[in-house]
């Protein structure tokens, strides 16, 4: 099959067609086959799509940031050691694929990105696999919205692909798949989908707040002539001259009335509507929708600061209870799909977490000392981790106990650990020595010591 030229044209990833409007609730079925199409109308009259959700700018946000951060984590891949320990398999051909160039037009940051906006926009994200013998070579991405997904006669799964107005149908072991949320089923679910409403009422707030600017803020209504019957073309007239008064040009212009000539307007104004607050509204439901929480994205609550402890404990459990999973996902995804399956119980890949205090320096270093002094990890691998050279004597594991290497752990007492380790804390150098000569010293020839010609 030709490889889908997916960098060709952005747009063609929301799809073609009409933008008709379709009834129903989004559970039914011609709703769904319209948000695969790439359009479908809410209850609000809005056309909800892939394209005119990431119109809203918190869903740009909420998809940009959850796909540029897991972009550029990276992904290692490592063997499981005999002594229960892993090593780093650089080597392997997995790592050329996941972690440096799933394809010649991409890097594997930005495969990674469009995989996790896939599955942020349609619940599912696709790629073709070019395999070599049972080795995966590349991973082409697929249009979600040109893949349908199904079962054949023996009840396995394939895949339906559209390329180029023709249809193809892939196995299984052709493509992969990672799938957002799922209830089991052979997709993930689509947040598009089924938070229409939401997105739908949040693209006609926007749409008001920007017609209300456009019209300069004026309001629209009926004019009252009075008892005066106006003809068809005094109508027109009359209509005609008061679209020319609308706009910011016109702003603060007086318009003539003729006599017994009274406006009425019709709707309301913004601030009786909740515009504003409406808006605000939308923002956190978007966000929720998106497994984001809005302080992430710049909106703060009222009274919340976009600083301080607390904000970074918001991240930590950001990380923590909504990344981490999808992290999960992926990794799971990469070792069953990709990987023979002589090979799962050894290799296996792994997005490198520790990627998101790069910019943390306080906290690497909190890390480092945790670990050095504890005997969890050599100064050499500190080292290696920051790029830093190699340095004479730095592979040994020590604990904070007078930092001594392992190996000579035992030949010390808790007592004398703790007392030397105190003494040359305080003192430096060796203490214990010192402190023996300077009593030998000073009992010459007295009060037991040793006689003096000795």
């Known amino acids: 099959m030709a490889n889908w ?96 160039e799933p394809n010649r037009d991409q890097t594997a940051s930005e495969f990674w990105s469009s995989m996790v906006a896939c599955v942020d926009l349609w619940g599912n994200g696709y790629a073709e696999k070019e395999m070599l013998g049972q080795r995966v070579t590349a991973l082409t991405p697929m249009a979600p919205h040109l893949v349908k997904v199904c ?3 023996n009840n396995e799964r394939v895949y339906h692909f559209t390329d180029r107005g023709k249809v193809e149908e892939l196995p299984a072991d052709k493509v992969f798949h990672l799938r957002g949320v799922t209830l089991g089923g052979d997709q993930g679910l689509s947040a598009i989908e089924l938070g229409r409403r939401t997105f739908g009422s949040a693209i006609a707030a926007n749409k008001t707040a920007a017609d209300t600017f456009h019209g300069g803020l004026q309001l629209s209504g009926f004019m009252e002539t009075g008892a005066q ?11 005609e001259i008061f679209d020319a008064f609308r706009g910011d040009a016109m702003r603060g212009r007086i318009v003539p009335l003729e006599k017994d000539f009274k406006f009425s307007p019709l709707r309301m104004n913004p601030s009786e509507v909740q515009l504003l607050e409406s808006r605000s509204w939308d923002v956190e439901e978007i966000c929720r929708w998106f497994g984001m929480f809005p302080i992430l994205i710049g909106h703060a609550a009222k009274g919340q600061t976009m600083w301080g402890s607390g904000v970074e404990q918001i991240l930590l459990g950001w990380q923590t209870l909504l990344l981490n999973p999808l992290l999960r996902r992926i990794e799971q995804a990469v070792k069953q799909q990709l990987l023979p399956r002589g090979e799962r119980k050894r290799v296996y890949a792994e997005i490198n977490r520790e990627a998101l205090m790069a910019a943390d320096s306080a906290a690497r270093a909190a890390l480092y000392s945790a670990f050095g002094q504890n005997g969890v990890m050599t100064r050499g691998e500190m080292r290696r981790r920051e790029n830093l050279p190699a340095m004479p004597g730095d592979d040994f594991l020590t604990v904070q106990s007078n930092l001594v290497p392992l190996d000579q752990l035992g030949s010390l007492t808790p007592e004398q650990g703790a007392r030397s380790a105190l003494l040359n804390l305080l003192f430096g150098g060796d203490v214990d020595g010192m402190i023996d000569a300077r009593v030998k010293a000073a009992m010459l020839g007295h009060n037991g010591g040793p006689k003096l010609e000795d």
């Open 229 to 239: 019957s106006l003809k068809p073309e005094q109508r027109a007239d009359l209509i």
């Open 5 to 100: 030229q997916w960098m060709g044209s952005a747009l063609r990833w929301f799809g073609t067609g009409d933008s008709g409007k379709l009834s129903g609730a989004p559970e039914d079925e011609p709703s769904r086959r319209a948000i695969r199409r790439g359009y479908a109308s809410d209850s609000a009259g809005q056309v909800v799509n892939q394209r005119t959700t990431l119109g809203l700018p918190t869903a740009w946000a909420c998809v940009r940031l959850k796909s540029d951060v897991v972009g550029s984590m990276g992904m290692g891949v490592h063997e499981k050691a005999s002594d229960g320990g892993r090593v780093d398999r650089t080597d392997h051909w997995l790592y050329d694929l996941v972690h440096e």
């Open 151 to 153: 079962r054949n006669n």
